[in-house]
């Protein structure tokens, strides 16, 4: 893994999604990209801003193998994806040879998360959760009924936290961890205040992934993908959920890119299963670009305890639902939660550039070998 140095970290890390949006464009200016810009119709930034997503591309356009990056699927985890995006741009601005492979950079997946810190779209809908086929019904998860009062706490008090905890431990010790996490974690479809819900269509996101896909991976038969998360593992250390079929081809070839111990880790749960995931953006790009073969994963940073995670998105929800909490605790608040999904901490900071940097040199690596 490469060194990075605080000033390397500190010039590739926003502190917001107007700075990041800022440095990227500029960054992708220095590399000779093509710029794209999607912008949000349907939703403003905090201060009223217009919210884009934007996408930069390098290399052949006919090339049909291609590096397909994401950051911001989820809000606040925006800015290590961001930070990755950044420093991989600089990385190409001073390469001498000439890219083989197409590289579709996708800043700000979920601009409405990634401005308003927080980790839905402007919908309460997880991104990661709403690329299902609506042509059928939704996926059913009926137990979530039974944990959405325990998850989602109806006011932000001590009393109400407390009873929260105290009913997701009883469901825990009545079910295992194991149907918890993945009660809480494949998306549900019926709660629109809840956590993970995938929404009752397709979101602004979900159709700018459609058209910047027609528009930049057109012709490509080939596409190694990373989708930037934090959240999981250990803190500061890269955690690896690649959802192509296992034993598969593709699995096999994400194992040969960034190692098998990796790829086939059964850690990120603290001890429980993975849970049966739907309608992920993985998902999507397999759905819009079906000519093509898809090698990729999630890679998560892990930041907090499981328990410390639960908090902050309990704090997510109430600053989108609780009317009763005083605007003057909405800041302090928030920047908890940032802290949560993307540490302040200098070193944290430093660890994950270093392992996104020396990630996505395999995953292009991996690209340009490809047949």
């Not at 989602?152 to 149907?179: F, M, T, V, Y």
């Not at 603290?270 to 995931?277: I, S, V």
């Not at 953006?281 to 995670?309: D, K, N, Y």
Request: hydrophobic share 40%; proline share 6%.
């Amino acid at each position: 893994m490469p060194s990075v140095s605080i000033a390397l970290a500190a010039s590739c890390f926003s502190p917001s999604y107007a700075s990041a949006r800022g440095r990227f464009l500029l960054a992708a200016d220095r590399a000779g990209a093509r710029i794209d810009v999607f912008t949000n119709t349907v939703a403003s930034g905090p201060d009223g801003g217009t919210l884009t997503t934007d996408v930069a591309v390098l290399g052949p356009a006919d090339a049909q193998n291609a590096l397909l990056i994401f950051s911001g699927t989820h809000g606040p985890e925006g800015f290590v994806g961001s930070a990755a995006q950044i420093a991989l741009l600089d990385a190409l601005a001073t390469q001498a040879q000439a890219l083989a492979v197409r590289v579709v950079l996708v800043h700000a997946i979920n601009p409405w998360g990634f401005a308003h810190v927080s980790r839905t779209t402007e919908n309460n809908v997880d991104l990661n959760r709403n690329f299902i086929d609506w042509n059928s019904p939704p996926p059913a998860n009926p137990p979530y009924a039974e944990l959405h009062p325990s998850l989602c706490p109806s006011e932000w008090s001590p009393q109400a936290l407390e009873a929260a905890n105290a009913g997701r431990s009883a469901w825990i010790a009545k079910h295992g961890l194991d149907a918890y996490v993945d009660v809480t974690s494949r998306g549900q479809y019926t709660h629109a205040d809840g956590v993970h819900y995938g929404g009752t269509g397709r979101e602004w996101s979900n159709h700018t992934l459609e058209a910047l896909i027609g528009r930049h991976l057109d012709g490509v038969k080939r596409i190694a993908l990373i989708d930037w998360h934090t959240g999981l593992g250990e803190p500061g250390e890269p955690f690896f959920l690649c959802f192509n079929e296992h034993g598969g081809a593709g699995w096999e070839r994400a194992c040969a890119w960034w190692g098998r111990d990796r790829v086939e880790t059964k850690g990120g749960f603290e001890g429980a299963g993975r849970p049966k995931y739907s309608g992920l953006l993985f998902h999507g790009v397999q759905r819009f670009a079906p000519s093509a073969e898809v090698t990729g994963a999630v890679i998560e940073f892990g930041t907090r305890s499981r328990a410390e995670m639960q908090y902050a998105l309990q704090i997510d929800h109430c600053l989108r639902f609780d009317a009763n909490l005083p605007a003057s605790q909405h800041p302090a608040l928030r920047e908890q939660l940032l802290d949560a999904f993307s540490p302040f901490s200098p070193a944290w900071q430093r660890s994950v550039l270093g392992h996104a940097i020396e990630i996505q040199q395999q995953a292009l690596h991996g690209a340009m070998d490809w047949r």
